[in-house]
Structures are given as structure tokens and as C-alpha cells.
DNA sequence: GCAAAAGTGTTTCTTATACACCCATGG
DNA sequence: CCATGGGTGTATAAGAAACACTTTTGC
């Protein structure tokens, strides 16, 4: 019957043991697929001449049911059986903010057992870039309960041990989340062990106020991976509108990286990232600036 | 009864909720823990005088059963409901190698709808570095069909095509994995697509021969990431013995970034990440060079 | 002696960094 | 006129890249 055909020890075809296949066998955990959805938007004026100052934000989801009932989430959810999980992630994503074209890649992968008090999941985390502008004109009024939070994350605490064959970095952040209702907060302690050659670095989670899950961990996995990124590639401009002052540019990168920067500098480093155009900026009450687009081409000569 | 408790609409407490919660509302995937292990070693010399050359190798599994029968697979399998997907790489890495403490960081989770016949299997890969000295100790003899194959990977083809808002840039990787038994080959394309800010890559097998599932993109994938990560940061020591020559962590460098490096400019470049020991190679057939060890604090003053 | 590799020095060019200066606008 | 930001130049330091040369061993 199976003549010409490979068999297994069972003496099976693969059409065969594909039809007996139990996909049941184990116990299987839940995958979820969660996004961090990242905008920089500006701050009010203080005064008619200066520049409004710019922020980060996060969008998190007010949870309405158990677990973590009234705390705030990452968007995101059950990826289900027939979608990929980017098909899962920017589907999600699309119910929040109603666009569909943003920026999205896969940030990391959070598999640790105790995650979720109800079942085993595993969630696929990704990270998602929108300018303020286009997220104004699609504004998701829907907004079930839905919000942005200013992002302030800094170190506060560093501590070094050396071990003989190595040493041990503890660091301590603290990641602040803040809209006009609420005011949320977590303490974020990363272990980085260096013995010989091997380092492993650990995340974990001291203290967290108002962020349900491990959510906060995966908040600060975020960050650092845009302030990476940013140096080092275009993603920058996933942030910003089609036309954008110089200075405005300088704003997102000094409030990613929580840096001054010097203009001068700045402009001769991403000067071949960028194209001028012949538009101006009005009525700003100060010297009109050139607006300037991204330039796809920039790494050619490179 | 619920006094002074959070109740969700249904009117139930947090207890009550997660007793009644039915975890398998949804079809669950299947969850793997696939892991790409590299490790550099030496093919034979050409003569006494010269120094052996160094060749990139993975470790490959040879499948008994369905599907894929027959071909080669990266080591790993399915995430057990009671353990981390790190505890779960790091299982099978063991059984594999029987080595403990290997270097290991997640690479990337396929969650493709299509990647296993027999199932929805999402796939969590991690990254591991060996040095060939450790693993020539504790030699996996019981070797069911585990194997190391030579890795071969080249860009054989690129193409780009201006678009109004940016531009389509294919290219076309040859993977060739080879041993003294078997000859594996596989055809990568890579397309990223620039469209105004947004920017997408999307990989694709075109062919794989003797390569299971699509593990092809995985080990392409894990050659990208281990190229990138070579160059600013300390990884490549993980590929290295206790004691090592300065030409011998160059030819590490050179045969996985695929390109010939400056000798003085080199050591001038991984300085500070080295320091010097009493040690002397011997019997080399030309001049004894100096033994180094990895100085784990090199970043101090940076 | 000589092939092969070990090991170091010099010159040049490119980037990064810090700072100083002038220009244009709206109220 | 002046605060505020727009925009550019220059000088110095640090780093990358290319090349040249000397030293040491085993056979």
C-alpha cells in the first residue's frame, strides 16, 4: 500500500501519521500578543515665544474585569488559532487607535510561568511607533477606556559588586506613568551577572502601582530598546510627522534618550537622514524654521 | 458576603473569578523552544607551519519521525506547562550537549499560522555560544543523530527598485550546512520594504534542502544576529576557550562577519577587552604568541 | 635560511565634541 | 529692542583605516 513512500517506525506514511496526530497530547499554554505603542506629543506653551515641550507616551488599557480589575494593561490579547501573531498584534492595535500602516516589531517574548494569575500564558510582546499628528486625526473616541500616559523612567539606584571572576551590576529604575486622572508607578531592579564569559541579565519587578501583569517589566524592556535603536537607526522618524522642524526632531531624540544634545552636533549627525523642502514654519514667535521630511535613501552611500 | 471586595459585573470577587475561569474558552497553540547553538572550531592544517582555519558550525538534530522525516532540525521541543521557556531551551540544550552553563539569549518567536503540518506551533528560538575546547570534553557521545554541520552563508544576490516614497530591496542568501555525511542548502530571500517612514523586512524560504520546518530562517536569522552583535559588543568571548591567542579571537571574528581584518587595528580595537596572561603557545611551527584571557571589566571606564 | 606568524609603529582620514558666533521674527 | 529659537563655522580630540616594518620560532 505504502509502496515508495517513506515510512515511519510505525510503518506510517507521513499522510498517515499527520491524520492520527494528536495535537492534545501535552497541556497547552495560552499565547497572547501585547503592544507597546509608542508617541511623542507636545506639551502646552509657557509663554507665546517658547517652543512647546515634548513627552512620551504610552497607551494602556484600563482593565475592566478580573485579574487586575481597574489597573492598566498593555493593549493586546489572545492571538487566535488562524493569525500570526503580527496578523494578532496589529489587529489589536487597530481596535485602539484605528490606524492600520504604524510602525511594529517584535520586542521580546515573556515566558515565565506565574505571569498570569488565571492559566500559563505566553506573551509576545511588540513595539509600535506613531506620530501625534496622524493619531489626532484618527482619534480613537471609541476610547472604551483607553489612554495615553506620560512616560518618565530614570535610574536611581546602581550598585556594583566584583566577584572573582567577575562582578555583579544591580540597577534600580523607576518607571512613572501619568495622565490628568491617574498616577501609576513601578520599581524596576535589573541583574546583570558577568562570571567568566557568561553574563545574564535579569529583569524584575520590586514594586508596581496601578500597571497590571509584569507589564512594567515589559514597559522598561521598551524603552531600551527605542533609546538603542534610536541611536543607532532611523526609527526616529516613525515619531514625527511628514514635515518636521530640525529642532523638533532634536526634541524627540532628547526626550527618548533624556539627554541634552547640542544643536550643531545634532544637525550634522542626522543631516543626510533628512531632505529639506521649501516650507516654512509661521507665526512661532521667533525665526521661522526650514521643515524638513525623512530621506528613505539616506544609507546608499554607506 | 463579598463585603469590602473588588466585584466585576458579574458580581464576583477576584477568588471567585479565577475559580470559575475556564482556560480553554479559545484553541490553544503549541509552544516550542527551538535553540540555534554556534560554536567556532578548527579544520585541519595545510601544513605544520600553518595555523589551522576556523569554521562557523551549528548544531542539527536528525528527525526519526514525522514530519520532515528524515531531515535536520534545530535542537529543541515543546514548553512543558511547568516551566519558563528559558528553563525549557536550556532543557533541551542539555540534553543535547550536556553542558549546563552555555551562553543563551531569545532570538525570535516564529508565529507563523503555517510552520508545522501537524499543528499550530509557535516557536520561541534562543541563541547559544559554545567554545569547541568545553564541548570536546563533554563530547555528547550518546549522539542519538545530533551533528555539527559547517556553516556557509553568502549574499549571492541584491536588488533594489525605487518606488515614489522609498524604495523594495531584495536579496538572496545561499545557507549551505555541511558535514562529512550530509550536504544541507537552503535559498533566503529578504525583502525590505521602505515606504515613507514605515519600513518592514520579511524573510522567505524559496528552497531548503534537508533543512525541517522553516529552521532555514531561523539559522539565517541567528547568523544576522550574531554578525550584529559581534561588533559592539563582547559576545564573540563566548566562542572562545579560557586561554586564547589574539589571532585566533581574530580568526573568530573573521570567519563570522565573513571578511578579513587588519591585524594592528584589530588588537588595537579589542584592547580593552583582553588582558594579557604569563602563557606562551608552544611547538606552533613559527613564532609562540602570547595567551590572553577575557577581561570581564572592560566597559568600566566607558 | 626561510616560511609563517607575532607583534608594534606611523600616517592619514574621518567623526565626535565643545563652543562661539550671527540671523530673523513677533510682540 | 529683545527674548527665543534658527542656523553655521571652527578648533580640538578621539577613533578608524591602511600600510610598513621588526621579531621570533621550527624545521
Chains 1, 2 share one sequence.
Do not use: C
Not at 123 to 143: P, V
Not at 158 to 181: C, H, M, P, S
Not at 266 to 284: P, S
Amino acid at each position: 500500500m505504502n509502496e515508495g513512500k517513506i515510512t515511519n517506525k510505525n510503518g506510517l506514511t507521513e499522510e498517515q501519521f499527520l491524520a492520527a496526530y494528536n495535537a492534545d497530547k501535552y497541556e497547552k499554554p495560552s499565547v497572547t500578543a501585547d503592544i507597546i505603542i509608542f508617541t511623542v506629543s507636545d506639551e502646552e506653551k509657557e509663554s507665546y515665544r517658547k517652543l512647546p515641550q515634548k513627552v512620551l507616551k504610552v497607551l494602556l488599557i484600563k482593565r475592566g474585569d478580573h485579574p487586575y480589575m481597574g489597573q492598566w494593561a498593555l493593549p493586546g490579547g489572545f492571538a487566535q488559532i488562524d493569525e500570526s501573531l503580527e496578523e494578532a498584534a496589529a489587529r489589536e492595535l487597530k481596535e485602539e487607535t484605528s490606524i492600520d500602516d504604524l510602525y511594529m516589531e517584535q520586542l521580546y517574548t515573556w515566558g515565565d510561568v506565574a505571569r498570569d494569575p488565571r492559566m500559563r500564558v505566553i506573551s509576545a510582546s511588540y513595539l509600535s511607533l506613531a506620530d501625534s499628528k496622524t493619531l489626532d486625526i484618527k482619534a480613537n473616541d471609541d476610547a472604551d477606556d483607553a489612554k495615553w500616559f506620560t512616560v518618565s523612567y530614570k535610574l536611581f539606584q546602581e550598585q556594583k559588586t566584583v566577584t572573582e571572576k567577575g562582578y555583579i551590576l544591580t540597577r534600580l529604575f523607576k518607571l512613572e506613568l501619568q495622565n490628568e486622572d491617574d498616577r501609576l508607578s513601578a520599581i524596576i531592579k535589573t541583574v546583570k551577572a558577568v562570571e567568566g564569559k557568561v553574563s545574564k541579565t535579569e529583569r524584575e519587578i520590586l514594586e508596581s502601582k496601578g500597571i497590571a501583569f509584569d507589564h512594567a517589566k515589559i514597559i522598561e524592556y521598551g524603552i531600551e530598546r527605542l533609546r538603542s535603536k534610536i541611536e543607532y537607526t532611523d526609527t526616529a522618524f516613525n515619531l514625527m510627522p511628514e514635515l518636521f522642524t530640525l529642532t523638533e526632531l532634536q526634541q524627540v531624540y532628547e526626550v527618548i534618550l533624556d539627554t541634552e544634545l547640542l544643536k550643531a552636533n545634532f544637525r550634522r549627525k542626522i543631516a543626510d537622514m533628512v531632505t529639506e523642502t521649501n516650507e516654512y514654519t509661521k507665526d512661532a514667535g521667533h525665526r521661522p524654521s526650514k521643515l524638513f521630511k525623512f530621506n528613505a535613501n539616506w544609507n546608499d552611500t554607506k
